[in-house]
Each structure stands twice: as structure tokens, then as C-alpha cells.
């Protein structure tokens, strides 16, 4: 087989492709075996008779095809391999010259991720943090406890800070119109607990069962949805109940009552180990992320557009998803952000690359240290996800070829990402 290659930019290459019968006899013996066992021949068993029998027996046209079309790709494939290529996409394949089974030449052009030059990870100092959980941390989730085990009685008097306010609402716009996200009914509102924007709980202090009340208060310059931002948006509140929150005491009952403590030490104790799990597997989770970014930063690499192009979309469609569950359209969306779609992925073009880069990176990092994910540690994990669902759907769906493949994908990164903090923390910051 012959190639030829024509670099027509770091991230686009042309292959010039030729093979002659040493190269395809062996193909075609492969397509005729996948006839044999399609094809009836008097005289023998069903995928039995010889390939040069079942050729006679068999759609010369059909076979042409497959052939033609198996070559193809056989070839490429080949091609890539041998020129070390990163191929994105599908390649625009072009047949130059086709005589069946013993001369083929094809031209293939297709986008390539261009040389990953990574700088020297093993000495990057990264020191990894500490989780500490103070007393005031476990106070916080003991009086969240406090509050959903209280008990509730409804009252005629005018709402005060501490009160339980169960409410509708519905927020406006300075031209009238509906704000999305900005409604709610039947939403339980514990005044004092600064759980809505500044200024709505304390709007409704004062508020007594069955009154509806407007007031316009004013989005903080910060907030989350940039369109917002700095805006008056007046609220229309229909409050249904006011209810007095009668707290339990802080005590072995109360710890009793919430899970299998006998005093309010051992619940203090389980809330410090609980929290101390979560912050630490925070702490790992972003750790990691601030290693791989520092790595992404310092790494060389040409991305083809194409690729840029397919992470922006796959972004968009996470955050539509996202915004399934918020009941919010993506056309809402875009309205409250003031920008068109294109301007929407235009923006997220440089997340989107350092995504790609992050990414590439680390598979650079993975081939350099030799990593791999053996079949046997491919079963356990998906013995275990499957272990997680009930649904003998949902265990099947583990099994599909494309799952297979991410999760072997995200056990590689584990194994990656395990290695780099091998190196990284045994590395000393200088105080």
C-alpha cells in the first residue's frame, strides 16, 4: 500500500491511497465470508461452502459494493494509523481508480487534531487542600434541621422573621411581562432566611394570611441570569398560610427523632463526618480540575474547527436539558440573556475550547504513561453501575456498545487523573 500525504493546514490532511491485490485479496476473502452465511449453495451447509463458490452464488453488484466499501475503510483506517494521525470526524473520500479486487486508489481529506505539546507535569507543584469542619458548620445543618422538624401552627397575626409563609407569586417585568423563573405555588418562605433575593422577605413581613401584596424590588448587580442583572421586576404575592415555627430543643431527643443517635453528640459527630466527605470529595473534584486546567494552560495543540464546533453544540444541548428541568424554553433563555444563538456560541467558544484542551491533554497524558483500562476492570464497573438500578432496562442500556465506551473512557480518566496527583503531591510548596 502507498501513501502520500499533503498537509493542507495544521488541522486538515490529505491522504493519497493506493493498494493492489496483496493488499485487497485478503479483504475480499473477509466480505465474501460475511455472504457465505447469507447465501444458499446447493450441495452445502449454510456458511460452509468455499469463498470462490459463494462468489459465483451471490449479487456481482452487491458484492462490488461491500467490497468497495469495506476496502475503503480498512484502508483509511490503515493510512491513519500509519501516519500517526488524530482524524475528527468523517473524511471527504474521493475513488481515484477501482478495478475490482486487484487495483484500488482513493483520496481521503479529513480534519486532525494537530501535535499535543505538554509541558512537564511531573513537576508541577500543586499543593492538595484540607478539609476542616468547624463547630459553626455543624451548628448551620443543626438549625436546617431545626427548622424542618419544627412544628407548624397556622396564626391570624401579621407575619414576623422566623414565620413560615406559605405563598404564590409571580414577577414582572418594567413592560408588564412575565419574568420566567420568577414564579412559584405553594412555596413554603421562612422569612429571615435570605433564601430569596434581597428585599422579597422583607417585603412580606407584616403580610397576614389571605392578603395579596406588590412590591418591585431590585435584582442584585451579580446575579446568576446576566439579563437581570440590576433590573426592577415587580412581584405580585398571594400569601395562603403564616404559620409559627415551634422548634424542637437541641437535645438526645431530637437527635432520636432525626436518625439512630442516642445523644446530640453522636448526631454532631455523624453531621461532622458527613459534611467532612462531602467538602473533601468537593475539595478532590476541584483540585483535580485546577490540575488538569494548569496542565490545559501550559499545553500546546491546533484544534480544528469542526471539533471547536461539536463541543459548543454539546454545551448547548447540556444547558437546554438544564433548562428542561427549570421549565424555562430555550428561547426564554436566550430572550433573558439578550443575545441571539449565534452570539450564545460564539460566547462559549472559549470554555468550549478549553474543554477540548483539557481533554486532549489528558489522553496525551494517559498514551505517555502507558495507561490503559483492561477488560476485567471494564466488568467491575459496569457490574457495579448495574448494581445501581433495579430496572433490567436501564442494565441493558450499560451493555450498548457506545456506553461501553464512555465509561471506559471516564475509568481511563479516573486512572489519568490518579497519576497526575501521584506526581503532583509529592512535590513540596515552598512556604
Known amino acids: 500500500m502507498q501513501i502520500t500525504r499533503t498537509d493542507n493546514s495544521s488541522t486538515n490532511v490529505s491522504l493519497s491511497v493506493s493498494a493492489a491485490g496483496a493488499e485487497l485479496e485478503p479483504i475480499k476473502r473477509h466480505v465474501l465470508g460475511r455472504f457465505a452465511g447469507q447465501v444458499k449453495v446447493p450441495g452445502f451447509r449454510a456458511g460452509h461452502a468455499p469463498a470462490s463458490v459463494v462468489e459465483k452464488h451471490i449479487d456481482q453488484r452487491a458484492l462490488l459494493d461491500e467490497f468497495l466499501n469495506h476496502a475503503l475503510n480498512e484502508l483509511y483506517r490503515r493510512a491513519v494509523d500509519h501516519q500517526k494521525l488524530r482524524p475528527v470526524g468523517q473524511p471527504k473520500i474521493e475513488v481515484k481508480k477501482f478495478v475490482p479486487f486487484t487495483d484500488l486508489e482513493f483520496s481521503a481529506e479529513t480534519d486532525v487534531i494537530g501535535p499535543i505539546i505538554l509541558p512537564d507535569y511531573k513537576k508541577i507543584k500543586l499543593a492538595k487542600p484540607k478539609v476542616e469542619i468547624s463547630a459553626q458548620d455543624v451548628n448551620?445543618?443543626?438549625?436546617?434541621?431545626?427548622?424542618?422538624?419544627?412544628?407548624?401552627?397556622?396564626?391570624?397575626?401579621?407575619?414576623?422573621?422566623?414565620?413560615?409563609?406559605?405563598?404564590?407569586?409571580?414577577?414582572?417585568?418594567?413592560?408588564?411581562?412575565?419574568?420566567?423563573?420568577?414564579?412559584?405555588?405553594?412555596?413554603?418562605?421562612?422569612?429571615?432566611?435570605?433564601?430569596?433575593?434581597?428585599?422579597?422577605?422583607?417585603?412580606?413581613?407584616?403580610?397576614?394570611?389571605?392578603?395579596?401584596?406588590?412590591?418591585?424590588?431590585?435584582?442584585?448587580?451579580?446575579?446568576?441570569?446576566?439579563?437581570?442583572?440590576?433590573?426592577?421586576?415587580?412581584?405580585?404575592?398571594?400569601?395562603?398560610?403564616?404559620?409559627?415555627?415551634?422548634?424542637?430543643?437541641?437535645?438526645?431527643?431530637?437527635?432520636?427523632?432525626?436518625?439512630?443517635?442516642?445523644?446530640?453528640?453522636?448526631l454532631k459527630a455523624d453531621i461532622k463526618k458527613q459534611l467532612k466527605i462531602e467538602r473533601q470529595n468537593q475539595a478532590d473534584r476541584d483540585y483535580e480540575n485546577q490540575l488538569v486546567q494548569t496542565i490545559a494552560d501550559k499545553t500546546t495543540v491546533d484544534i480544528p474547527e469542526s471539533l471547536l464546533t461539536e463541543q459548543v453544540l454539546a454545551m448547548e444541548e447540556e444547558e437546554k436539558r438544564n433548562l428542561t428541568y427549570r421549565g424555562q424554553t430555550w428561547q426564554e433563555h436566550l430572550k433573558e440573556e439578550g443575545i441571539s444563538e449565534q452570539q450564545h456560541r460564539e460566547r462559549n467558544k472559549p470554555v468550549a475550547a478549553g474543554r477540548v484542551k483539557a481533554g486532549l491533554a489528558l489522553s496525551e497524558i494517559a498514551e505517555q504513561e502507558g495507561l490503559k483500562v483492561t477488560p476485567e476492570e471494564l466488568e467491575i464497573r459496569l457490574q457495579l453501575l448495574k448494581g445501581q438500578y433495579q430496572d433490567p432496562q436501564m442494565r441493558a442500556e450499560l451493555d450498548k456498545p457506545e456506553n461501553r465506551n464512555d465509561i471506559a473512557n471516564r475509568l481511563l480518566t479516573e486512572k489519568t487523573l490518579e497519576k497526575l496527583t501521584d506526581y503532583t503531591t509529592k512535590q513540596r510548596v515552598p512556604k
Open 140 to 266: 448551620e445543618v443543626l438549625k436546617s434541621l431545626r427548622e424542618r422538624m419544627a412544628e407548624r401552627k397556622p396564626v391570624e397575626r401579621p407575619a414576623k422573621n422566623g414565620d413560615e409563609i406559605l405563598i404564590d407569586f409571580s414577577g414582572k417585568d418594567s413592560d408588564g411581562q412575565p419574568v420566567a423563573g420568577a414564579d412559584g405555588k405553594d412555596y413554603p418562605l421562612i422569612l429571615g432566611s435570605n433564601s430569596f433575593i434581597p428585599g422579597f422577605e422583607d417585603n412580606l413581613i407584616g403580610v397576614k394570611a389571605g392578603e395579596t401584596k406588590q412590591f418591585t424590588v431590585k435584582f442584585p448587580k451579580n446575579y446568576g441570569v446576566a439579563a437581570l442583572q440590576n433590573k426592577d421586576v415587580t412581584f405580585e404575592v398571594d400569601a395562603k398560610k403564616v404559620s409559627e415555627l415551634a422548634q424542637p430543643k437541641l437535645d438526645d431527643a431530637l437527635a432520636a427523632k432525626a436518625g439512630p443517635f442516642k445523644t446530640l453528640a453522636e
